[in-house]
């Protein structure tokens, strides 16, 4: 069995700038170069959803590939909505693992600010299936996963105090990323408080609008965190589709992938970083990823559970809801934070953690990846 | 070594259309896998290079997998410009080959047309590297292939009829093929005295706008006609940058990538698709591709080189300049005609061809991929 690792990071402050998405996601790349001792790269994967309509740009495998003056290496972009980054890493992981390639620069990043609104949202929008009744309705994400808590809320008795709590536990570990795009402390009255988006999210319940870039190489060998397996799924992207809205199929099934190819359990990942786009949608991936059971999520952020010293510290770079979610970079950025905390340097370190996991959803369950990782001679 | 062959193919008619990018798609699809006998499909890769832009929606891998009833299967969507389709077939390839996957469905599509002019032109313009003075200027794909063209004829002593050939031949196949937008019988003269786009490239001499898709279903084993290689090979986007645009790096080290995989030579080839966005970019491809020596593609034509009984035939399909260019589904397409080719069945076939070789181009030589095939059994 041929190891892969992640030898090299790099990763641009998350938030507004005036940089250009390849300004942004070349600081990045060389970064993460550098940080690999630059080694000769035999491919790039780009990982972008929308910079066609939100950066007027396409082709960035090849403008990254020409500006890094890396030669006529093989380069490609790929979409898989939020997940754009996570399954640009599972190729690059693939490709290395079967030997196709020895080195690879995986890069994601996305450019969303200093556009009006509507093109935003528009583009956002894009990850849903348009040519429907649902895409002609106008249902929105914030729609979607605020039916997906009133539903949870109505099923299980949680309530919107357990939204918050996990809006603040984020919030807390992301005063201490200097990458994080929020990084003010709150309180849960203010987050209860703040301005509601669709009942029962709030402004700090919803992950921002957020420019950002983020790179790895990766490597065959051992010379870094080794990634021990990549699980990927597909789910539906309609809501009409969705055969019970408490439970996100392709998270479930592309984290039981990954167990299974790693040869782990649950109980084994010291450390996770998961797709929190809502506060609701980090309840359902802890129950979905196996930490805890159905409907029980929302006890275990009650029990502090999902923090350090609890079952299992839970996006300890402030997750999507605060360190950001610039969309394509977001499947990197958190498998940097568990490349850092398996190398025991990360911001909110875990003591000993030895296994780590990272999952990247991409639009309301249409596409899931996990990944899942193990501290280097661990 | 794992052989992997192509088992089915799909394809609508490609030229204007009222349907939607999910349903043109979702019909190659379908007549793909009927057509390899409904095997499980174990990923899907979609090439498309921007339905963002042009169709308001992006995760097509997503849509098509769950619209196809293919379950929780990994599904993704690959940018690479022109080069879209060739991209994503090469990564399936690779993935059967590994031992990753054993039967993937591989679709590319772009719904083109019923949009208005300056949107089209500025989405095909996301193929540029616009965070550049370049992008900044407006240069087109006409413009740049047209500086070609006069600098071609300047320093070789082509002439603008033999552009007007390559229209020709094309155009001749073309009217063979049931799915090709152009199929109307032309003259010389038309060609020649048709409505300029930029100097020398008239109207003939430039790919059309098109709706279309095309699918293909390959898997692990030789059912069917065989993949011998894959090359892929990123160049500048930039014009700047190019060191002598009379040559096409990306696609001479794809191609030579290609041939050392499968162990050929060019004068092994027995019927080619190439990517012949303009006439022009069909005279550079010839040469960069081993057929002809540099600065003589334009003799072959005129010695009708390139037609059946010649030295190799090109474009039998018609080509993108008669067939049409949908921008995601011509790669797939050319395939496909391949394909047919050593299945014996294809418009205009050749008599006895046994290997084929499929070329597909991304901006303005910012990607290019080969591919080789072989006849079942040969």
């Not at 890396?70 to 690059?92: D, T, Y």
């Not at 299980?156 to 992301?174: I, P």
């Amino acid at each position: 069995m041929t190891s892969v690792s992640v030898i090299g990071k790099g990763i641009t402050k998350f938030g507004k700038t005036n940089q250009t998405i390849k300004s942004l996601m070349l600081a990045a790349c060389r970064e993460a170069i550098v940080d690999a001792g630059r080694p000769k790269v035999d491919a790039v994967f780009v990982g972008n959803f929308a910079a066609g309509s939100l950066a007027n740009q396409e082709i960035l495998g090849s403008v990254l590939t020409n500006e890094l003056g890396l030669g006529n290496v093989p380069s490609v972009k790929v979409e898989g909505a939020c997940a754009s980054g996570g399954i640009a890493f599972r190729q690059a992981y693939q490709l290395v693992k079967s030997g196709e390639y020895e080195t690879v620069l995986v890069a994601g990043g996305e450019k969303m600010t200093g556009i009006d609104t509507k093109t935003v949202t528009k583009a956002i929008n894009l990850a849903m299936d348009n040519d429907s009744n649902e895409g002609a309705s106008g249902l929105t994400f914030p729609g979607f996963f605020g039916v997906l808590a009133n539903r949870y809320m109505y099923e299980y008795g949680a309530e919107k105090r357990h939204l918050a709590m996990v809006a603040l536990k984020n919030r807390k570990y992301a005063v201490s990323n200097p990458i994080a795009q929020f990084r003010k402390n709150t309180s849960i009255e203010e987050i209860m408080e703040a301005r509601p988006i669709t009942d029962p999210l709030g402004l700090f319940d919803c992950s921002p609008i957020t420019d950002g870039a983020a790179a790895v190489v990766i490597q065959k060998g051992s010379l870094g965190v080794e990634i021990l397996a990549s699980g990927q799924a597909s789910g539906t992207p309609l809501m009409q589709e969705v055969e019970n809205i408490l439970h996100m199929p392709a998270t479930r099934e592309s984290a039981n992938d990954a167990y299974k190819k790693a040869g782990i359990e649950p109980e084994d990942v010291d450390v996770v970083e998961l797709h929190d786009c809502f506060s609701m949608t980090e309840i359902v991936a802890i129950e979905e990823l196996g930490f805890f059971e159905k409907g029980k999520g929302w006890k275990a952020v009650e029990e502090d559970l999902t923090k350090h010293g609890g079952t299992v510290p839970v996006n300890t770079s402030g997750g999507l809801l605060s360190k950001g979610h610039p969309i394509g970079a977001t499947g990197i950025s958190q498998i940097i934070q568990i490349v850092d905390q398996l190398n025991n340097h990360a911001c909110n370190q875990v003591d000993n953690a030895r296994i780590g996991l990272a999952q990247n959803l991409g639009g309301t369950g249409a596409y899931s990846t996990v990944h899942i990782f193990k501290k280097k001679g661990a």
